[in-house]
């Protein structure tokens, strides 16, 4: 059998790993926070000039993205950043904010973290989705707001999700699924989000035919992070001085970030941080580390497959 190929077996014991699996518009979905009615829900939201939605497939350097994003927003203002917690920043679209357990989560969280209230008006208001694009908000597609796309290459972007597999507890807390059992799963987009190859490409096309949406990719950031935060003020329209541009650059580290409670996901129940840290290793190259030579060659030849013609490219190392 192809080793990017999934068994029936396999598949199966996938949908039975996830809690409260749900399958609706071809895609699985964690039931424990997202479901098919909130989707549908997001019909009616509108969005405006002064809303900036970053899309991305999960692990693709979402929660960095956001920070950067929301130190611009509170114009490189890091002080307040450290204050409030980033999911009350930047708000998880999708998240079924109306299951008992996510209630459950908010107060404990507000518990603990009763000092972040604030006045702090941003100058944009931020959320997150990992929607595949077919299933965004009218007004995103209709270019109503900014839209950001984050990709990663997706051999690191694979092992990434496969330990939030084993850590999310939404995702099963998947710790008896092995590497290789993960890897045909990823290849043949059956799991949370689909295929990483569908997802990209379409919002790498819808990116290159709206003005209002741009994509981005982590080994930029990683490469050169004061340059990728230059053009997103100017895709945003809110410009900081370069002062407050290497004032937020450190904020946005990896290390910082880290160690950055308000930052880092901690205290989020979501997750179970004794398997795996959510801020794991954020590094390009990681994934020599899991693929067999087999895999990465297997790989490679359905990645050529799917992304040639396409124009876009990504560093691996
Ligand atoms: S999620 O759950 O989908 O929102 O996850 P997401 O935020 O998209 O991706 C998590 C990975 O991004 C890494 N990360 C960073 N890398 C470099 N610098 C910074 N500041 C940073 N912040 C987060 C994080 O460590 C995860 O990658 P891995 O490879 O697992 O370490």
Redesign the pocket.
């Known amino acids: 059998m192809d080793l990017c190929e999934a068994s029936e077996e396999l598949k199966q014991k996938y949908l039975f790993r996830v809690p409260y699996s749900k399958e609706f518009a071809d895609y699985i979905w964690p039931g424990m926070v997202v479901n098919p009615e909130k989707i549908l829900s997001l019909n009616d939201m509108q969005l405006g000039p002064d809303d900036v939605v970053i899309a991305?497939y999960?692990?693709?350097?979402?929660?960095?993205a956001s920070?950067v994003l929301s130190a611009i927003a509170h114009d490189g203002d890091t002080e307040m950043l450290s204050r409030i917690r980033m999911d009350e920043r930047v708000l998880w679209l999708e998240l079924d904010d109306k299951a008992w357990w996510i209630k459950f989560f908010y107060i404990w969280k507000n518990k603990i973290f009763s000092n972040s209230a604030t006045n702090a008006v941003p100058k944009k208001r931020i959320c997150?989705t990992?929607l595949p694009l077919e299933l965004l908000p009218p007004s995103i597609l209709e270019g109503k707001c900014k839209l950001l796309y984050?990709a990663r290459n997706p051999k690191?972007q694979a092992?990434?999700f496969f330990?939030?597999h084993r850590m999310a507890r939404f995702l099963g807390m998947q710790t008896h699924t092995s590497w290789n059992e993960f890897f045909p799963l990823f290849c043949s987009g059956f799991l949370y989000c689909g295929s990483w190859f569908e997802h990209v490409l379409a919002y790498w096309k819808f990116t290159q035919n709206n003005p209002q949406a741009k994509f981005i990719c982590?080994e930029d950031?990683?490469r050169d992070l004061m340059a990728e935060m230059e053009s997103l003020e100017q895709f945003v329209g809110v410009p900081l001085s370069m002062e407050q541009r290497v004032k937020v650059v450190k904020h946005?580290?990896?290390d910082s970030?880290k160690d950055n409670k308000m930052a880092n996901r901690d205290g989020v129940m979501l997750f179970n941080e004794k398997i795996s840290k959510?801020?794991?290793?954020?590094?390009v190259g990681?994934w020599k580390n899991y693929f067999t030579v087999a895999q990465s060659e297997a790989f490679d030849e359905l990645y050529q497959e799917k992304m040639t013609g396409t124009g876009l490219h990504f560093e691996f190392e």
Do not use: A, L, N, Q
């Open positions: 991305s999960p692990k693709s350097g979402t929660t960095w920070e997150f990992h984050v690191d092992v990434s330990h939030f982590y950031m990683k946005c580290s990896f970030m959510f801020m794991r290793k954020g590094i990681d």
